[in-house]
């Protein structure tokens, strides 16, 4: 596959747009040991030290815009498939995009569109793990965490690379034809907030209830008080 190194950029999702934009085929993967403008969801910044893993895919499904909705939640259980690999315990996906172990973020995903109308032209999906990072700032040192603090030592980043790229790969070409159908069980076995009680935040409103899991198209499913189920394509999680 096209394969771009870079020591320090400013984001690897922006370079891979970049790409995209020139035509860089499907696959094509930009990895950065440092980004200095690194990007999470929702205009939040991603701290992004030497380390970490930083790296971007160009995608290029045969799907609509609305379809791609499920693609961070596909991409998330890739992740803990490549983190599984190593003798670890076992880190949980919480919906829709975080990577998480005993409730603090390990890593995210950050997936953008080029796409008009009914058509995608290309996705550029954004990984970050925290690897090997022993500290982290104070305001993030109460929700992050880091695989080598998990572990107790650091891990070879590009065997973690190559395992979540295997699997990413896997998953990817079975959710390009079949959908996210196929996943939803594995899924939600991997799923820190089954049956928990939680309350997103969606585009400016709140509801709260209990996590009866995912529905075949990745969207998140909750169960309220008075027993109406409702599901939700993105938003913010927090526990009740
Ligand atoms: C989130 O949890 O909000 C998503 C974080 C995504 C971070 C990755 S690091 C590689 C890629 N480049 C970025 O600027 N962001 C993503």
Redesign the pocket.
């Known amino acids: 596959r096209p394969y771009h190194f870079y020591p320090v950029v400013s984001?690897?999702?922006?370079v891979a747009k970049e790409l995209a934009r020139q035509g860089a085929p499907e696959g094509a993967l930009v990895v950065a040991e440092e980004?200095t403008?690194?990007?999470?969801?929702?205009g939040?910044a991603?701290h992004?030290p030497p380390g970490g893993l930083?790296?971007?895919l160009v995608l290029r499904p045969p799907v609509s815009p609305a379809a791609t909705q499920s693609l961070p939640v596909l991409l998330s259980l890739a992740v803990t498939d490549g983190v599984a690999a190593f003798p670890l315990p076992s880190v949980e996906v919480k919906w829709p995009?975080?990577i998480v172990y005993q409730g603090k973020?390990v890593g995210?995903?950050?997936v953008e569109l080029g796409a008009e109308a009914e058509a995608v032209h290309f996705v550029v999906a954004?990984?970050?793990l925290n690897v090997n990072i022993t500290s982290f700032p104070a305001p993030l040192e109460k929700t992050a965490t880091s695989l080598q603090k998990i572990a107790g030592e650091a891990l070879s980043r590009p065997q973690l690379l190559s395992a979540i790229l295997a699997a990413a790969e896997r998953y990817y070409s079975c959710w390009c034809r079949e959908g996210f159908a196929p996943f939803r069980e594995d899924y939600e076995r991997r799923l820190c907030l089954l049956g928990r009680e939680v309350e997103i935040c969606c585009g400016g409103s709140v509801a709260r209830g209990t996590v009866a899991g995912v529905d075949a198209e990745g969207r998140l499913v909750l169960v309220s008080p008075d027993g109406t189920k409702r599901r939700f394509v993105g938003g913010e999680v927090t526990f009740k």
């Open positions: 984001s690897t999702n922006d980004q403008g690194g990007r999470g969801r929702l939040r991603w992004s930083w790296f971007s995009n975080d973020k995210g995903i950050l954004g990984i970050g």
